[in-house]
């Protein structure tokens, strides 16, 4: 049977609306889904907010729950008063039903089986994004898109992604190096990444390699030119090593920063 939760002031999650969803509701979230019942005293609750205040009522996990979709009820009903959603240890790829969420300044969407090939619908307002554990293995344009969605990004995690080197995943210094400040160039607004806060040293070498007058230097027509890396997904590998090759010598000299 189909059941909503209120959790709040419960032990450990105190002020989150958990969601249970049945393998039953995991239908076509176009068709049947917005038939899906929603008891009524969840509706009010939400809709209301009298019965708890404003922080606890904009906060709506559906971890856990065996999820390859967004329940479009869910999206339709509560959107308009969620600010931070949790979508983690699902089967979600599609992000689309997101647009929705207006308002959303926080989504943890940690360990689904989220590609580059997933771009995220227009969040004007979220600042906090976590897809660690991830598929990403292409940063660009995925990064890119990125920023058109979130323009006011500031909290960023993507560790154990192919497409974030580190430590964790068996990537080089220099690799998690260029990859870190690739990201951050991409972020004016972006105060951390993964696990460590953005320097203002790391922010005025990212600027000073990947800023785009830099980078639209390096593009040539043609077949085999950095112009094609441009407009299509490629590893991170891929990317870096184009831009050794125009870069030379001159990474060589650069200063190591501390990350």
């Excluded at 870190?180 to 460590?196: A, E, G, K, M, T």
């Excluded at 600027?207 to 390096?218: M, S, T």
Aim: glycine share 4%; proline share 7%; charged share 20%.
């Amino acid at each position: 049977m189909n059941y909503f939760e209120n959790v709040i002031g419960g032990s450990g999650d105190e002020g989150v609306i958990a969601v249970d969803v049945s393998r039953d509701v995991l239908v076509d979230p176009v068709t049947n889904m917005s038939e899906t019942p929603i008891p009524p005293d969840l509706l009010t609750l939400s809709a209301d907010g009298s019965a708890e205040s404003d922080e606890e009522s904009t906060k709506l996990t559906l971890a856990y729950e065996n999820l390859y979709e967004i329940p479009r009820t869910i999206a339709e009903r509560f959107s308009e008063h969620i600010k931070y959603l949790d979508i983690s240890h699902n089967k979600i790829t599609n992000l689309d039903p997101l647009v929705h969420f207006r308002h959303l300044t926080s989504l943890i969407a940690d360990h689904n089986p989220i590609t580059e090939n997933c771009i995220l619908p227009p969040l004007p307002q979220l600042q906090l994004l976590w897809l660690n554990h991830c598929k990403i293995a292409s940063l660009y344009p995925w990064v890119s898109k990125l920023k058109q969605s979130c323009p006011r990004l500031q909290h960023l995690c993507l560790m154990e992604n192919p497409a974030a080197p580190s430590y964790l995943n068996g990537g080089t210094f220099y690799e998690y190096l260029q990859y870190r400040l690739f990201v951050i160039s991409q972020f004016p607004s972006l105060n951390h990444l993964d696990d460590r806060k953005v320097t203002e040293d790391q922010r005025s070498e990212a600027h000073r390699l990947y800023k785009r007058p830099f980078v639209e230097r390096l593009v040539k027509p043609g077949p085999g030119g950095f112009s094609q890396l441009m407009h299509t997904s490629v590893t991170w590998n891929a990317l870096n090593n184009k831009l050794a090759n125009f870069l030379g010598k001159e990474r060589q000299g650069n200063r190591n920063l501390l990350i």
